[in-house]
């Protein structure tokens, strides 16, 4: 099976840096598309807040831009998010999401991590 596993979350004073990393895994050889970021903070819907194309096209929510840079290593199937200039406003749960293609089956559906906490102290 498939699996994302998140990694890099913590606690930060505001002003300050995280890098999240997402890698992909699983028994079987796969395919990935378009990777992305989202989040979701207390009492609050799911944000989308970065994607990442297979040839390392990126996108941002307007609350993120200039200040997360999302990137991608494909051999190492593997997903970032550098968090700067943190604000107390980006505390959510940070999840990564993923195309896959299972191989050969060429099965192909989108997968979660299990996300991971990011606090912004003030």
């Known amino acids: 099976q498939v699996q994302l596993v998140e990694s890099g979350g913590g606690l930060v004073q505001a002003g300050g840096s995280l890098r999240l990393s997402c890698a992909a895994s699983g028994s079987i050889s796969i395919s990935i598309n378009n990777m992305a970021w989202y989040r979701q903070a207390p009492g609050k819907q799911r944000e989308l807040v970065a994607t990442?194309?297979?040839?390392?096209?990126?996108n941002y929510a307007d609350s993120v831009k200039g200040r997360f840079t999302g990137s991608r290593d494909n051999a190492k199937n593997t997903l970032y998010l550098q968090m700067n200039a943190l604000k107390p406003e980006d505390t959510a749960v940070y999840y990564c999401n993923a195309d896959i293609i299972t191989i050969p089956t060429m099965r192909r559906a989108f997968y979660w991590g299990q996300g991971t906490q990011v606090t912004v102290s003030s």
């Open positions: 990442i194309t297979r040839g390392g096209s990126t």
